[in-house]
């Protein structure tokens, strides 16, 4: 069973938003303070990417009840430039050293699962997620 | 038990304490604390959220602004927490990336080991250190079946892996060179051949060989660019340079190497280094050639292996412990 919202994310106000909503899916499902703060410091990466690289996408946030245990997930869409060698993005120091934030390896993470999928030209699609523990 | 599970009264124990009267030992309790904290992976926006749950406990009456602040604080804290925990996975996979290079320098010098031979008549010392994990210097000895006894001494331009993969080229070029005797100017020619062919362009390689034949105590020997090594007239008690024309290998296909020769003499000595020796560099530059004659005269009176041995040892000194190129260093000496 899956419940699903989504922001469009153009301008870093929207940022904000998705964040809100992700915070407001967590804060409902029963996620303490840290594991909010950390669910919206992931929203907050992946629609920073959209914002920064590919200029529009979508967040959506699902709520997930798998065998009864609630989850969120986060799912990233854009149709940006994509990326052409994900393990050197996946590598721990690639975006940090430049400042660029706690990139993809943050993402996973703060999460508990964490799939990518991009094809160079066409866009990236990334979907994380966290269990109620 | 799980720290997580006693992580809670202790924290709150040391709160209660240090409020009630912010002693040092209060203070320090915390420090422990957060060694304790930091050893189970406990991030810091865990620590933060724990602070807050527990000051809304011990402080009903706490002003709901206080409160918010610590929101910001949790959000400040997970980045950090984030970059802690990379740096912890990057350390982890400095580490992987260490015992890998100890284990290509192992391998390194189970390819390149050579043996010092033992001759009637000569006394032969060889120390050759890397300047970080993996040596570009190389040296090699044959004793042919008429006893003659080679030295080779090598330096790639270049230190680390790409010089000590090169190296490991030009042991297997020796290795198959053809059995039978050859002058040390055509084994360079030989050598050049190969390395003109295998190498990359921009490595070049310098190299001595020398070749002593113990049956009328002639030393032949050629020099592909090498840093020029001593020789130690022990009649004259004077070093003169043991200099050979030559380019470096693998620069021109058909360079062509002259052979040298010098009769030696009782007590005379060859020296043979690399440029890391010369290119020792202290805090006034690098040494002179005559300094390192200075040292290596300080120990005449010892075996080979001595020499080179405390030869490396001062001058390692004299660099801080810090040597900035691969180090080789090879005495031999007729005996008395």
Redesign the interface.
């Given at each position: 069973m899956s419940i699903q919202s989504c922001v469009t994310i153009i301008n870093e106000w929207d940022i904000v938003a998705a964040r809100q909503l992700g915070r407001n899916v967590a804060k409902e499902l029963g996620f303490g303070t840290v594991d909010q703060a950390r669910i919206t410091t992931a929203i907050s990466e992946l629609a920073r990417n959209i914002y920064l690289y590919a200029g529009k996408g979508q967040i959506c946030i699902d709520k997930l009840f798998d065998g009864g245990k609630p989850g969120v997930k986060i799912s990233a869409i854009d149709s940006g430039p994509g990326i052409s060698d994900i393990r050197q993005v996946m590598e721990d120091g690639y975006s940090t050293s430049g400042g660029l934030g706690a990139g993809l390896p943050g993402v996973k993470r703060l999460m508990d699962q964490f799939e990518i999928e991009s094809i160079p030209g066409d866009g990236t699609k990334i979907k994380a997620t966290k269990w109620l523990r | 038990m799980d720290f997580r599970d006693v992580m809670e009264p202790k924290y709150r124990e040391l709160l209660e304490n240090y409020i009630k009267d912010q002693s040092e030992q209060a203070l320090y309790a915390g420090q422990k604390f957060s060694r304790k904290s930091i050893e189970h992976k406990i991030s810091p926006?865990?620590i933060v959220?724990l602070h807050?749950s527990l000051l809304m406990q011990m402080q009903p009456d706490l002003p709901e602004n206080v409160l918010y602040s610590f929101?910001i604080l949790?959000?400040v804290m997970?980045?950090y927490g984030?970059?802690y925990?990379?740096h912890q996975?990057?350390r982890h996979?400095q580490e992987e990336l260490r015992s890998e290079m100890e284990i290509a320098a192992n391998v390194q010098q189970t390819l390149l080991g050579t043996k010092i031979p033992e001759v009637d008549g000569l006394d032969i010392g060889a120390i050759s250190v890397p300047a970080k994990h993996m040596n570009g210097d190389y040296f090699h000895f044959v004793q042919d079946e008429n006893n003659c006894i080679s030295v080779a001494i090598a330096d790639v331009i270049g230190k680390g892996i790409p010089a000590a993969l090169c190296m490991s080229m030009i042991k297997y070029a020796m290795d198959s060179l053809p059995e039978n005797r050859m002058g040390p100017g055509s084994i360079l020619e030989n050598l050049n051949r190969i390395v003109e062919q295998n190498v990359d362009p921009s490595m070049f390689i310098t190299m001595f060989y020398g070749m002593f034949n113990p049956e009328n105590n002639l030393l032949s020997y050629a020099s592909a660019g090498h840093e020029p090594g001593f020789y130690y007239d022990a009649a004259k008690k004077e070093f003169t340079e043991l200099s050979a024309k030559g380019l470096l290998l693998g620069v021109e296909k058909r360079t062509k190497y002259s052979n040298y020769h010098k009769e030696v003499h009782p007590g005379d000595m060859i020296i043979l280094l690399s440029d890391g020796v010369t290119e020792c560099r202290t805090d006034d530059g690098f040494i002179e050639r005559e300094i390192l004659i200075d040292y290596i005269y300080k120990y005449i009176h010892l075996s080979a292996q001595d020499i080179v041995n405390k030869v490396f040892k001062d001058l390692e000194k004299l660099q801080h412990f810090q040597l900035r190129d691969d180090f080789t260093l090879i005495i031999l000496k007729r005996k008395v």
């Open positions: - | 926006e865990e959220s807050k929101d949790l959000e997970i980045g984030l970059a925990r990379e996975s990057l996979k």
